[in-house]
């Protein structure tokens, strides 16, 4: 008979306090335990491969309400697996093994990259930055004074001016907002190599979409920094200090954050897991 279970993995550890994680429930409100070798500690839950293997899972990433449990509860344990260890390297969202034999397999087959991954995460955090620009202001800071009271002719003449009025308006905004989009460019790339020489190690993300984030403006740096744990405070000054420079342009710091950014195993591990 085909064994139905399979495993959730949530995040990869060594010398991890499994008291930590006495009571702790996963995805589907299944208990998470821990299977170890290699030097290595994995936390998992069971899940029903009915509902969480390979193709029930493609349909039941496009449900908005099941995606966002799903993501909650993993992590929520990734969260508890990061304080109970010196480092511990956070798996995407669903990667599904089909029992603990295979998560074995995976310790064994990809310990050099998750022993890589722990040595670079321990101490340190990620930390997110995102900067919104406000067009309006860096745009009306460029714009001409709109032309007027200029060939008020009369008839042909009046309908030419008011024409040529407006072009000239249109072409001032439009030049006023391509700047305003350069001068938003070109900061956001200067903060982030400010930011990145405060890191271990810097990833820009794609700019995140303003419906999704519920932010006004554009978007123009979505930046993730793994910092050392005693630099947190100089990161947070930095922000703080960089936020200020540029009128129109502000920063958020979020975080901390289990660093998914970092990790640097997830597509080895979800192929091995397969």
């Known amino acids: ?28 409100g299944a208990p ?32 908005l309400d099941w995606l966002a449990a799903t993501a909650r509860a993993h992590d929520a344990v990734v969260t508890t697996v990061g304080g109970a260890a010196p480092a511990a390297v956070p798996l995407r969202l669903a990667t599904v093994c089909l029992g603990d034999d295979r998560v074995r397999e995976l310790l064994i087959r990809r310990r050099p990259d998750l022993e890589s991954a722990l040595a670079l995460l321990t101490g340190r955090t990620e930390w997110g930055v995102k900067a919104y620009a406000d067009p309006d202001a860096l745009a009306a800071a460029d714009t001409p004074a709109e032309p007027g009271g200029q060939g008020s002719q009369g008839g042909k003449g009046s309908k030419g001016g008011a024409g040529t009025a407006y072009l000239l308006r249109r072409k001032a905004q439009l030049s006023a907002r391509e700047k305003a989009e350069r001068n938003a460019s070109a900061h956001a790339d200067r903060l982030h190599r400010e930011l990145a020489a405060l890191a271990t190690a810097a990833r820009r993300h794609p700019p995140q979409d303003p419906k999704l984030s519920g932010r006004k403006g554009w978007n ?26 540029v009128e129109g342009v502000r920063l958020e710091l979020t975080g901390p954050w289990p660093a998914y950014s970092f990790a640097g195993v997830e597509q080895g591990a979800e192929e091995a897991a397969r």
């Open 1 to 28: 008979m085909a064994d139905t279970s399979g495993r959730w993995l949530y995040a990869i550890a060594r010398e991890l306090d499994t008291d930590a994680l006495a009571g702790l429930r996963g995805v589907a």
């Open 32 to 63: 998470v335990h821990v299977v170890e070798d290699a030097g290595l500690v994995a936390v998992v839950s069971a899940v029903d491969l009915a509902e969480f293997g390979a193709e029930p899972l493609k349909r039941n990433l496009e449900d």
């Open 220 to 245: 123009v740096l979505n930046g993730a920094y793994l910092v050392d744990d005693a630099k947190a405070d100089e990161l947070a000054a930095a922000v703080e200090r960089l936020g200020g420079e």
